[in-house]
């Protein structure tokens, strides 16, 4: 039995549906078809059934997907036992922040292609909060604050940062002194998030508003240059600016608290060998980014 319409099976079942399994495996949908057809041939079973709107399992589906996932993965465990010391071979897929990925962390993952030139890299540069499970990552990079959730987490590096605004903007509508004080400003937010403040040895959770709005740190550090309002924003965004002039600090009494670049896996007892040396890979590069200056972003 083939192992990759194994696995091509698998991701089917897991997307929901052709298209985003071929995606998820960087084929085209076609292969994706023929692979399908073909197990079903000699399983002589209906294991999915088609419509325009995805793949369902069917019974017997169901019951063979669990199986198929068991052999893949000892099938990659049995190809990481007898590679040379390493060596990695394979598909890790990562979601990334389109904020800080393309100038901070892509050239981390491009070295780790040039590392391990057997192992296959696609990345998804997004600052949405991608589902890992449902969508097929092995890993994601994130900066800022964890949320609860069930996923595991690796802090990589402790990351600051601070509130800035413009000179104009400072000039125009003063600085506020105290976390209080910002309901009176126009906050430069990624939605109707919480900003962390502290106050002494304390947290002081803060709700500002704000009317520009942004889901990528880029936009939101343009708009802070604009005389837009005041921005929570991590210090390699803003120190190029605050050295220029074209931003101040707002409130260094009352920074945020200490945040981190953390790699985020689903939960498994064992995590999978090229997960572990991406995770070593970015310890190792991300040391620049721990300097004491305040806090990070959410």
Same mark, same amino acid.
């Given at each position: 039995?083939?192992?990759?319409?194994?696995?091509?099976?698998?991701?089917?079942?897991?997307?929901?549906?052709?298209?985003?399994?071929?995606?998820?495996?960087?084929?085209?949908?076609?292969?994706?078809?023929?692979?399908?057809?073909?197990?079903?041939?000699?399983?002589?079973?209906?294991?999915?059934?088609?419509?325009?709107?995805?793949?369902?399992?069917?019974?017997?589906?169901?019951?063979?997907?669990?199986?198929?996932?068991?052999?893949?993965?000892?099938?990659?465990?049995?190809?990481?036992?007898?590679?040379?010391?390493?060596?990695?071979?394979?598909?890790?897929?990562?979601?990334?922040?389109?904020?800080?990925?393309?100038?901070?962390?892509?050239?981390?993952?491009?070295?780790?292609?040039?590392?391990?030139?057997?192992?296959?890299?696609?990345?998804?540069?997004? !600052?949405?909060?991608?589902?890992?499970?449902?969508?097929?990552?092995?890993?994601?990079?994130?900066?800022?604050?964890?949320?609860?959730?069930?996923?595991?987490?690796?802090?990589?590096?402790?990351?600051?940062?601070?509130?800035?605004?413009?000179?104009?903007?400072?000039?125009?509508?003063?600085?506020? !002194?105290?976390?209080?004080?910002?309901?009176?400003?126009?906050?430069?937010?990624?939605?109707?998030?919480?900003?962390?403040?502290?106050?002494?040895?304390?947290?002081?959770?803060?709700?500002?508003?704000?009317?520009?709005?942004?889901?990528?740190?880029?936009?939101?550090?343009?708009?802070?240059?604009?005389?837009?309002?005041?921005?929570?924003?991590? !210090?390699?965004?803003?120190?190029?600016?605050?050295?220029?002039?074209?931003?101040?600090?707002?409130?260094?009494?009352?920074?945020?608290?200490?945040?981190?670049?953390?790699?985020?896996?689903?939960?498994?007892?064992?995590?999978?060998?090229?997960?572990?040396?991406?995770?070593?890979?970015?310890?190792?590069?991300?040391?620049?980014?721990?300097?004491?200056?305040?806090?990070?972003?959410?």
């Amino acid at each position: 039995m083939d192992i990759e319409a194994l696995r091509t099976f698998v991701e089917v079942a897991d997307a929901g549906g052709v298209s985003p399994a071929a995606v998820r495996l960087g084929v085209a949908k076609s292969i994706v078809s023929r692979r399908l057809v073909r197990l079903e041939a000699e399983l002589g079973v209906q294991l999915l059934t088609r419509s325009t709107r995805g793949a369902a399992l069917t019974e017997a589906g169901a019951t063979f997907r669990d199986h198929a996932a068991r052999v893949c993965a000892e099938v990659d465990a049995a190809r990481n036992a007898i590679l040379p010391a390493g060596e990695l071979r394979g598909r890790l897929r990562v979601a990334v922040p389109l904020s800080f990925g393309p100038s901070h962390f892509a050239p981390m993952l491009a070295e780790m292609a040039r590392r391990h030139p057997r192992l296959q890299i696609q990345t998804c540069y997004s !600052d949405r909060f991608v589902d890992l499970i449902a969508e097929g990552y092995d890993c994601a990079i994130r900066v800022g604050y964890l949320q609860d959730s069930s996923l595991v987490a690796r802090r990589i590096v402790p990351l600051h940062g601070k509130l800035v605004a413009s000179p104009a903007y400072v000039h125009a509508h003063g600085s506020p !002194d105290t976390p209080e004080a910002l309901a009176a400003h126009q906050a430069l937010m990624q939605g109707t998030e919480a900003w962390q403040l502290m106050d002494g040895d304390k947290i002081v959770t803060v709700r500002p508003q704000g009317r520009f709005k942004a889901d990528n740190g880029t936009a939101l550090l343009a708009a802070a240059v604009a005389g837009l309002g005041i921005a929570y924003l991590p !210090d390699w965004l803003t120190d190029p600016h605050v050295a220029s002039g074209a931003l101040v600090p707002v409130m260094p009494r009352h920074p945020p608290p200490p945040a981190g670049v953390y790699v985020i896996r689903p939960p498994s007892q064992h995590p999978e060998r090229k997960v572990r040396v991406l995770i070593e890979l970015l310890i190792e590069q991300c040391d620049r980014f721990s300097r004491p200056a305040g806090g990070a972003p959410a």
